[in-house]
């Protein structure tokens, strides 16, 4: 099977051509959809076409012989230079060991490849630890090595490793809210469409949501404390010690920034339903929360469509600024008093 045996995925299948054809392939690509099988489908068979010893050339493109020694062993998972890391069967996660294992081979030179591929099948499954070991390569990646990133629920990644990756979606339905997020967002959309009344209504949804991430950061900092060693292996060598005490810091600050990350995306896509409103009369079978209609619907009864506009504007420009050195409450406050509701 090669690229053209696969029509479902023509829009990122054309770009990867365009990509080879101009020799500017990234090293880093990330594959979404709800399917994991067929994002291994295309995984391999761009592995194979990146490392065909024939080098087809059709009237689409490059793509794979799907039938030189190369192809083959690709087929049947046993290409020297073509690794694939699952989650492990017990905890279902990517682990911080198998990325290290990772790293101890991953800036070799190929043995028999001309690129060498690294598969992460279901990528958001990486935990914490492995995803800031991972982080690194991805801040200073080998040469001659293309690193495939599938995941169905992207969101779950942390946002430094989806900077770092070049997204290409490879269809499937509308974007997923984590049930927590959900939840939040239903009480959050219910407060606002009461109404706010002012500059007192908006400071009411903003001690909403912060307290909803100090919620969350206590959370987080209790659920990877618990997985850290230091509490077990209190006896354990000061260094190691220390290295663990780095490691679970590091870890709650980026595990909080994903979540965070995931709870205003939901508002983000709250907006966006009150946005759609405002531009059509029904919209029924677009909103991301159909749950929420009533809630929607008196929202963007109050607002017209260019400040429905702006507040996706608005969150984004928050979005960002969370990623500076601003107070975070600040950066919050400056975003959300802006908001028309």
């Given at each position: 099977?090669?690229?053209?045996?696969?029509?479902?995925?023509?829009?990122?299948?054309?770009?990867?051509?365009?990509?080879?054809?101009?020799?500017?392939?990234?090293?880093?690509?990330?594959?979404?959809?709800?399917?994991?099988?067929?994002?291994?489908?295309?995984?391999?068979?761009?592995?194979?076409?990146?490392?065909?010893?024939?080098?087809?050339?059709?009237?689409?493109?490059?793509?794979?012989?799907?039938?030189?020694?190369?192809?083959?062993?690709?087929?049947?998972?046993?290409?020297?230079?073509?690794?694939?890391?699952?989650?492990?069967?017990?905890?279902?996660?990517?682990?911080?060991?198998?990325?290290?294992?990772?790293?101890?081979?991953?800036?070799?030179?190929?043995?028999?490849?001309?690129?060498?591929?690294?598969?992460?099948?279901?990528?958001?499954?990486?935990?914490?630890?492995?995803?800031?070991?991972?982080?690194?390569?991805?801040?200073?990646?080998?040469?001659?090595?293309?690193?495939?990133?599938?995941?169905?629920?992207?969101?779950?990644?942390?946002?430094?490793?989806?900077?770092?990756?070049?997204?290409?979606?490879?269809?499937?339905?509308?974007?997923?809210?984590?049930?927590?997020?959900?939840?939040?967002?239903?009480?959050?959309?219910?407060?606002?469409?009461?109404?706010?009344?002012g500059l007192f209504g908006r400071y009411q949804l903003l001690d909403q949501l912060l307290e909803r991430l100090a919620g969350l950061k206590e959370e987080v900092d209790k659920s990877l404390t618990e997985q850290s060693p230091i509490e077990r292996y209190d006896d354990a060598d000061p260094k190691l010690i220390e290295r663990w005490k780095d490691e679970l810091t590091a870890g709650i600050e980026a595990e909080y920034r994903r979540r965070r990350g995931e709870l205003l995306i939901a508002l983000q896509l709250w907006l966006r339903d009150v946005w759609l409103v405002t531009r059509t009369s029904d919209a029924r079978g677009l909103a991301v929360f159909p749950g929420l209609t009533e809630a929607t619907n008196r929202v963007a009864s109050r607002i017209d469509a260019r400040k429905a506009t702006q507040n996706l504007e608005i969150l984004e420009n928050t979005q960002r600024l969370l990623h500076t050195n601003v107070q975070e409450a600040l950066a919050l406050e400056i975003g959300l008093l802006k908001l028309a509701f």
């Open positions: 099977m090669a690229f053209d045996d696969l029509p479902q995925f023509s829009a990122p299948i054309a770009l990867l051509r365009r990509s080879l054809a101009k020799g500017r392939l990234a090293h880093a690509y990330l594959l979404t959809g709800e399917s994991l099988d067929d994002l291994e489908l295309l995984a391999r068979n761009l592995a194979k076409v990146v490392n065909c010893a024939e080098g087809q050339s059709g009237p689409d493109g490059n793509d794979a012989c799907d039938q030189c020694l190369s192809c083959r062993k690709i087929d049947h998972l046993n290409h020297a230079d073509v690794q694939w890391i699952r989650p492990e069967m017990k905890s279902r996660v990517i682990s911080v060991g198998q990325i290290r294992d990772l790293l101890q081979t991953v800036y070799l030179k190929p043995v028999e490849a001309r690129l060498k591929v690294v598969v992460l099948v279901a990528a958001d499954r990486l935990n914490v630890q492995a995803a800031n070991a991972f982080l690194k390569t991805l801040e200073e990646p080998p040469s001659g090595t293309l690193f495939l990133l599938l995941s169905s629920e992207p969101q779950r990644l942390l946002e430094t490793i989806l900077s770092r990756c070049l997204r290409l979606h490879c269809g499937g339905g509308g974007p997923r809210v984590p049930e927590d997020a959900e939840k939040w967002i239903g009480q959050f959309s219910a407060a606002a469409a009461v109404g706010v009344g």
